[in-house]
C-alpha cells in the first residue's frame, strides 16, 4: 500500500502561482509513474501532468507552459508547480501514483487538495 498526501492549495488569484506537493509512504524512485489529476465540478477527472520511469513526461495541452512537475527522490515528494493560473483551473487536484507491482497495476491516489483561481 501507498499512501499520498497533498498539500498546497488554496484561493489565488488569475495570473498567480501555487505550488501542490505530494509526499509518498514510500520511495517514489521506485513507483512507476507519478502524475497529478484534476476534477472541477461536473466534470470527470483528467489528467494535468504525469511522469514515469525513466524521467518522461506528459502534460495536458491545457497546461503546457504554465505547470511544472518535478520530484525530490530523497524526500519522497512530488511537486507540480503552476504558473499564469486561469479561472478554469479551479479544482481539485489529485496525486496519483502507478506500481507494477507482482505482475499486477495498481493505482494510488492522493485525497486531493482544493485549487481554487479567482478572476
Known amino acids: 500500500q501507498v499512501q499520498l498526501v497533498e498539500s498546497g492549495g488554496g484561493l489565488v488569484q488569475a495570473g498567480g502561482s501555487l505550488r501542490l506537493a505530494c509526499a509518498a509512504s514510500?520511495?517514489?524512485?521506485?513507483?512507476?509513474?507519478m502524475g497529478w489529476y484534476r476534477q472541477a465540478p461536473g466534470k470527470q477527472r483528467e489528467l494535468v501532468v504525469a511522469?514515469?520511469?525513466?524521467?518522461?513526461?506528459n502534460y495536458a495541452d491545457s497546461v503546457k507552459g504554465r505547470f511544472t512537475i518535478s520530484r525530490d527522490n530523497a524526500k519522497n515528494t512530488v511537486y507540480l508547480q503552476m504558473n499564469s493560473l486561469k479561472p478554469e483551473d479551479t479544482a481539485v487536484y489529485y496525486c496519483?501514483?502507478?506500481?507494477?507491482?507482482?505482475?499486477?497495476?495498481?493505482?494510488?491516489w492522493g485525497q486531493g487538495t482544493q485549487v481554487t483561481v479567482s478572476s
Open positions: 511522469i514515469i520511469t525513466g524521467g518522461s513526461t
Open positions: 514510500r520511495s517514489i524512485f521506485s513507483m512507476n509513474s
Open positions: 496519483y501514483g502507478g506500481l507494477l507491482e507482482g505482475g499486477r497495476w495498481r493505482d494510488f
